[in-house]
């Protein structure tokens, strides 16, 4: 088997077992698709007597990557399955330097080590691939690389976290509160034991940073991406969008700015939250655990992706996908072109927030008493923000009582607005911190 793609597997958990399983069992298949054999030669754990599926042989099993792996000269491709961002770097940084090509579904690895991750496979001329990192059977990257190549990407709307959506589609249609839909979610293997990097939306800021990269090369890190999750969503707020004809989904989203700036670089914002979307919007009416991008480009339009995000399956069958690439030659010659997370400018920066326009939505708790809508008004008019509707739903009888206020703005510049809410909680008559989200069209 001199012409095989030799491949060792770092990891054999969930992911790790489902590419072992297709690369023992459909070998045929396989060979017939990248025009070679696959040969899975090395599967690197951390404890060789751990109970394991039947399928896997005891001799491909090993706990020394550096002695075994990267000694193996018929090792042509590591794919990396362990996630984590310091083992992992390690070992990915290692494979590259001994003269490996990188599998990786690891997108938190690549949202804080892309550019030296990437510098390092430019020097040692090697290639990294990563579909498997964002959204999971759902091939983004290969279209917004390859696909959409042609087009200047405009925006991007993702639902990147499919514990979040699972969380946000059982509280809207059957009333769940938080606590008990997460709890749900982890009984059905949809959330870790502790879920913050999914409910927080970290993990959705880390895949939008590798999709910004694609899309319009800049470099944001985590850090750089406004974020909110879900863990604070009242249920008081999905009632209330439901009834203004909205659902609230998690976004991760990308914004550039209409209009090109007589001098320097175009902006794109890049920020993760809860937005209120249409009912009649498609992402609006993604359920489940499932993911769905949509992305707008200059040439082409909307399109939009959607299927499973994550698990065994989906993410195996991206990660095989990227080594049937390799195996032909494809992935190679992209991977030169594309110049990923390197100084190549591609004429934009990362914008500030702030900067972004949206309509907004404001739940405000106050006291039942004349004058206070129009002491809110009036800030908001100081600002520039304009009403588009109010709701107030009656007072209890007994009077002298809180109530929720919400309104619906026209669009405004997301600063003015934060700083038109900060002087509105500061009236006496508002009983807490506003809660607002953004809304789409």
């Not at 409910?199 to 850090?223: C, E, M, N, T, Y």
């Amino acid at each position: 088997m001199s012409d095989a793609l030799g491949i060792a597997l770092v990891g054999c958990g969930t992911v790790g077992g489902g590419v072992a399983e297709v690369l023992l069992r459909h070998r045929e298949r396989l060979a017939q698709r990248a025009g070679r054999p696959l040969q899975l030669r090395h599967i690197v754990v951390r404890h060789l007597h751990k109970p394991r599926e039947p399928f896997i042989p005891r001799e491909l099993l090993t706990t020394d990557f550096y002695g075994v792996v990267l000694q193996d000269p018929n090792v042509h491709v590591v794919v990396e399955l362990v996630g984590g961002t310091t083992v992992a770097r390690e070992f990915v940084l290692a494979a590259l330097a001994a003269g490996k090509h990188v599998v990786t579904a690891n997108k938190a690895l690549l949202a804080e080590a892309g550019p030296e991750i990437f510098e390092a496979a430019r020097r040692a001329e090697r290639t990294v691939c990563f579909e498997a990192a964002v959204a999971g059977g759902i091939p983004i990257i290969r279209a917004l690389g390859e696909s959409l190549a042609a087009n200047q990407i405009t925006a991007i709307q993702g639902i990147l976290n499919g514990t979040s959506n699972y969380i946000l589609t059982a509280m809207a249609e059957r009333g769940l509160p938080y606590e008990e839909a997460l709890r749900e979610a982890q009984q059905h293997g949809y959330a870790e034991a502790d879920p913050t990097l999914d409910v927080d939306g970290s993990d959705a800021a880390h895949k939008l940073a590798i999709l910004a990269q694609i899309a319009f090369g800049v470099i944001a890190r985590p850090a750089d991406i406004t974020r909110q999750g879900i863990d604070q969503l009242h249920p008081m707020d999905i009632r209330f969008a439901h009834e203004l004809g909205y659902t609230i989904k998690l976004l991760a989203e990308a914004w550039t700015r209409n209009t090109t700036p007589p001098e320097g670089p175009r902006g794109v914002a890049l920020h993760v939250a809860p937005v209120l979307l249409r009912h009649t919007d498609l992402l609006a009416q993604v359920r489940g655990a499932h993911n769905a991008i949509a992305v707008y480009g200059d040439i082409v339009g909307e399109t939009l992706y959607q299927g499973p995000g994550a698990g065994r399956g989906p993410t195996a069958s991206s990660v095989l996908a990227d080594l049937i690439d390799l195996a032909v030659g494809r992935a190679q010659r992209t991977f030169a072109v594309a110049r990923l997370w390197s100084n190549t400018d591609r004429g934009f920066v990362l914008d500030p927030p702030e900067q972004v326009h949206s309509r907004f939505y404001l739940r405000l708790l106050v006291a039942d008493k004349p004058g206070v809508l129009a002491d809110i008004a009036r800030i908001l008019a100081q600002h520039t923000i304009s009403i588009s509707s109010v709701v107030q739903h009656e007072a209890p009888e007994n009077g002298g009582q809180l109530v929720p206020l919400v309104i619906v703005t026209h669009y405004a510049a997301t600063g003015y607005f934060l700083d038109a809410v900060t002087q509105i909680n500061r009236l006496s008559t508002v009983a807490a911190p506003a809660v607002y989200y953004s809304m789409g069209d």
